[in-house]
């Protein structure tokens, strides 16, 4: 584990920027890279610089957060400081708790239930004529209980790359994808007709097309598109049926699915040459690109004859805290200092997510970039409530289970069973 640190000047601020030791966030926020500024230790928590405004991140966006925040700061004549923290959530959580925290924090959408659940952000002051202009979905996604928490600025969902010299189609169903991998395959070209990550504890983000196409769902929605923890679909019909489909793709069926691959190896696979097609999102895409091999990308379609495949989509956003020293710059940094289209303009150029304000998105020429647009358009927001985080491990382990050869059934039911039982614990 390391410590990053950066030295930034902000107007007339200048601030050390020190992450705390970590072992990552469950969230996807956190990196365990050094973005050069030494490797030495420590265990002290994270807590806010001096500057009138204080805002977290993390390290990977760290230089975009603050080139929007040095514009901000110079409009307003504030002094404001960009940190890069790592588990950024929980350190957040602590040190909000405990008044030393930031007056923003960024962060993704599924944060938003357990933020909210310990009162730790105020909603945006926005009208829904301010956020007209931002996809439907992103807005979706950074609404709570009817209120908007966070303002969305990139949003991402996985997508199908393939190796067109093997699959060099656009599928109408994930059946004919597997059958050009299959062909490959069998031609010797290749060892993976699809290179889907599972690893020994399974993974559910990945599988969640997979599981969607074939008739399971995680839980149902309200009527105004909310997510509704006491519908849970893990154990119901739907979802037994889709992990049939699941086992018959796995070790001991047609061996699609496989344990051996995993998010370590998964991309590597691909640009290796090794795999027809890979299941992925735009942070393969630098790597892929790298590889000397030819390649499309497209959304993932559902099996022939059976429901669409429908990804998690996932939404990157600002939020304010509730315990920050300054809530009024924090909102008036977030309702105007990000909600235009040249800051927004400057995260797509800096931080490299697909933007979630469409103004930013129309002047977009790249084709890639484009595609993982729509996927994240016809994706379904990631729930953001606190039950969510009862699904994850048990629902990992069943699919585990279910491709390597247990009763799909059984392995799928307790797995409803179990995480039924934690939420109506928690």
């Known amino acids: 584990m390391r410590r990053i640190s950066r030295t930034l000047a902000i107007t007339a601020s200048v601030a050390i920027f020190a992450a705390a030791c970590s072992s990552g966030d469950s969230g996807g926020d956190a990196t365990d890279g050094d973005t050069g500024g030494g490797d030495a230790t420590t265990e002290a928590p994270p807590v806010r610089g001096d500057e009138e405004l204080v805002i977290w991140t993390d390290a990977v966006k760290l230089d975009a957060i603050q080139a929007v925040a040095a514009k901000f700061a110079t409009d307003n004549d504030i002094t404001v400081g960009v940190q890069a923290v790592t588990d950024t959530r929980t350190a957040f959580l602590t040190a909000n708790a405990a008044g030393n925290g930031p007056d923003v924090v960024v962060g993704a959408h599924d944060w938003i239930g357990q933020l909210v659940q310990n009162g730790a952000i ?10 007209a ?22 949003v991402e969902a996985i997508a199908l790359y ?28 290749v060892e993976v007709q699809l290179s889907q990550p599972v690893g020994n504890d ?22 105004d598109g ?17 992990a049939k489909k699941i086992g018959s793709l796995g070790e001991s069926g047609s061996n699609v699915l496989r344990r051996s691959v995993s998010g370590d190896n998964s991309i590597a696979l691909f640009t290796e040459g090794n795999a027809a097609c890979l299941i992925s999102g735009p942070w393969a895409l630098a790597d892929v690109r790298k590889a000397d091999i030819p390649y499309s990308v497209q959304p993932i379609p559902g099996f022939a004859g059976m429901n669409p495949a429908v990804p998690f989509m996932g939404a990157q956003a600002f939020y304010v805290a509730s315990n920050g020293q ?6 008036e940094f977030v309702t105007k200092g990000v909600n235009n289209v ?22 977009i020429t790249d084709e890639d970039t484009l595609k993982f647009a729509a996927a994240a358009d016809g994706g379904a927001p990631m729930p953001a409530i606190p039950a969510m ?10 699919y585990s289970a279910i491709v390597g050869g247990s009763d799909p059934e059984t392995s799928i039911t307790q797995a409803g069973d179990t995480i039924a039982a934690a939420i109506a614990a928690s």
């Open 202 to 223: 399974g993974d559910p983000y990945h599988m969640e097309p997979i599981y969607t196409s074939a008739g399971g769902y995680l839980f149902g929605q309200n009527a």
């Open 342 to 363: 040249e800051a927004m303009t400057t995260l797509y150029e800096q931080a490299n997510l697909v933007p979630a304000l469409l103004a930013v998105r129309d002047g």
């Open 133 to 154: 202009g931002y996809a439907a979905t992103a807005v979706q996604a950074t609404t709570y209980e009817g209120q908007l928490y966070g303002l969305p600025y990139g």
């Open 389 to 398: 985080a009862e699904v994850w491990t048990p629902l990992g382990q069943a």
């Open 326 to 331: 300054n809530k009024s710059f924090a909102q």
């Open 226 to 242: 909310t997510y509704n923890a006491d519908d849970l679909g893990v154990g119901k019909p739907g979802s037994i049926e889709a």
């Open 162 to 189: 393939c190796n067109t010299d093997y699959a060099p189609d656009t599928y109408a169903s994930l059946d004919d994808v597997i059958a050009a991998g299959q062909a490959a395959v069998d031609a010797g070209s």
């Open 122 to 131: 105020d909603p945006l002051q926005l009208s829904p004529s301010d956020i």
